[in-house]
């Protein structure tokens, strides 16, 4: 691990880095000093000597003061008034009884900033020696609001549509019945209901549930999650008027997530099966206009995350690869697809596809401070067909714009893309099969504290739609550059204001995209 050999040149710089001492200290990477700290050697110490030996060389000597292994012999929790302390101690990876491990500890740390119910600057444990062989670790935390309230408008399709959500994010269901719990609703458990709705009063509506358990029994890391949704889309401009045209759409999902220890912590499995069912009346926006279509699915998430803060985050890295797929039916129900004159109806009673998305971001601390950070982000997703004949209308991609104008239209999946407006790099009305998108941001803090935390940003952009996956190219991007700022509220949770300026002319036009200012809340570019 120290990799220096007779007759390298000398770089100090890069030996204290190896051996994990002085300003190059990194506990984030392995050095010489990690390997004994992961191992119980608190107090160990590393002393480099040179010895000049002649007028272009040195010797070196590495002292290293192990002293004795320490064991835990407690591990405290202070701070928390609303999470229970259980809630707090499965998530720690120290324990008493064993070894001191560095490693671990600054696992334990990541844990409980991703909870978000404490101060992410503040999450540092209070490490004191009580014996030649003994520590102790306290965790001092302060308490932040999660729990969020959200109330929103956009503008979209001609008209004002409004939102409302709240979002619960330290339910305890098992204190429903439990006296005096009700404080304003029974809490302490980590648990998280989400209830979403969104219209304009009149022709659009929608209605958003879901639920999930972090820890499903209390005795294992395994998530639990159930949704449920239903909205509507019609031509009933005014309340007393009769819809003759309609966009419905319902469903519900279950998922089991787990987390794995291989190839190490950071690593999550989750999976979800889920049924959905479309209904169309007269609408022209999809390939299909008139009919009922069903969806059965199941969804596989990989995902590592080793990132410092949910919020500003200064080091680690988050890569997501998932696969969604339905059952094959073209394959055993004995219609011939390629029949032009099978109705829409027959053609996509029972919907099929399988959707691919790969992302991945890396964040890279630039200053000693930690303060400006480089976030660096790449993505892309397909949707596949296992009949050329049949090739689904339903869950697709709309790239460009920030998605903000309240409309929550299920079977797309809406992509980010500053600096163009809304739709505006799909090839075709019937949005993109496939996409690709790359970001790069300089991001520094100007408040990061429990009542509201803000930074700023610039960014370059790239990104673009496509009708098939043999028209797909990662070099045939639309280019954007702006800068903005985020700002978070625990009430409120995350708004942003972003202005672009797309340098490429969108889909459909020969001037560039030019100026465009975008909003965000709740979601991240």
């Given amino acids: 691990m120290f990799g220096v050999q007779p007759g390298d040149v000398y770089d100090k710089k890069s030996m204290h880095k190896r051996l994990g001492i002085g300003k190059e200290t990194n506990p984030e990477e392995m050095s010489i000093s990690s390997l004994y700290n992961n191992n119980g050697y608190l107090m160990s110490q590393i002393e480099p000597a040179e010895i000049v030996v002649g007028k272009d060389s040195l010797d070196l000597e590495i002292r290293i003061f192990e002293g004795k292994p320490f064991t835990i012999n407690e591990v405290g929790i202070s701070g928390n008034m609303r999470v229970d302390d259980e809630v707090i101690r499965r998530e720690l990876y120290v324990r008493p009884g064993e070894l001191y491990n560095r490693a671990m500890l600054m696992q334990t740390m990541r844990t409980l900033m991703s909870m978000g119910h404490f101060d992410e600057e503040n999450v540092m444990p209070d490490i004191k020696p009580v014996s030649n062989e003994l520590v102790d670790i306290n965790w001092p935390l302060q308490e932040k609001a999660s729990d969020q309230f959200n109330i929103a408008g956009g503008w979209g399709s001609g008209t004002f549509v409004g939102s409302i959500g709240v979002t619960l994010n330290n339910l305890s269901i098992r204190n429903f019945f439990k006296k005096g719990a009700w404080r304003p609703y029974p809490a302490g458990q980590n648990q998280r209901l989400s209830i979403s709705g969104q219209t304009n009063g009149t022709y659009y509506k929608a209605l958003a549930l879901s639920f999930t358990d972090p820890w499903l029994g209390g005795r294992r890391p395994n998530s639990f999650t159930v949704s449920a949704h239903i909205s509507e889309q ?23 997530g787990k987390r794995l220890t291989w190839p190490d912590p950071y690593f999550t499995l989750y999976g979800e099966l889920a049924y959905q069912r479309y209904g169309l009346k007269g609408w022209s926006s999809f390939i299909i206009s008139d009919g009922h279509s069903n969806m059965l699915s199941l969804k596989l998430v990989l995902q590592r995350s080793s990132v410092d803060s949910p919020f500003f985050s200064r080091s680690g890295s988050e890569f997501t690869a998932s696969v969604q797929a339905t059952p094959p039916f073209s394959l055993w129900d004995g219609k011939d697809y390629s029949d032009s004159s099978l109705s829409d109806q027959d053609r996509y009673r029972w919907i099929e596809f399988h959707k691919w998305n790969l992302k991945a971001k890396w964040f890279f601390p630039l200053t000693t401070n930690q303060n400006l950070v480089l976030m660096a982000s790449a993505e892309m997703g397909y949707l596949g067909h296992y009949n050329k004949n049949k090739v689904s209308p339903f869950e697709r991609f709309e790239i460009g714009g920030d998605g903000m104008t309240g409309y929550n239209i299920y079977g797309v999946d809406i992509i980010a893309m500053r600096g163009y407006e809304d739709g505006a790099l799909d090839p075709s009305a019937y949005y993109s099969v496939a996409y690709n998108k790359y970001t790069v941001e300089l991001r520094y803090p100007i408040i990061l504290k429990p009542q509201s935390s803000i930074y700023v940003l610039g960014f370059l952009e790239g990104g673009n739609g496509f009708n098939s996956w043999k028209e797909f190219s990662p070099f045939k991007i639309k280019r954007a550059a702006g800068f903005g700022v985020r700002l978070y509220l625990p009430v409120v949770g995350m708004l942003g204001i972003d202005w672009g300026w797309g340098f490429d002319a969108p ?19």
């Fill in 234 to 256: 019609n031509n009933a401009v005014y309340a007393w008027q009769s819809a003759s045209m309609y966009y419905r759409s319902t469903g519900i999902a279950v998922g089991l």
């Fill in 507 to 525: 889909y459909g036009s020969t001037t560039r995209s030019g100026s465009q200012f975008h909003f965000t809340m709740g979601q991240t570019f």
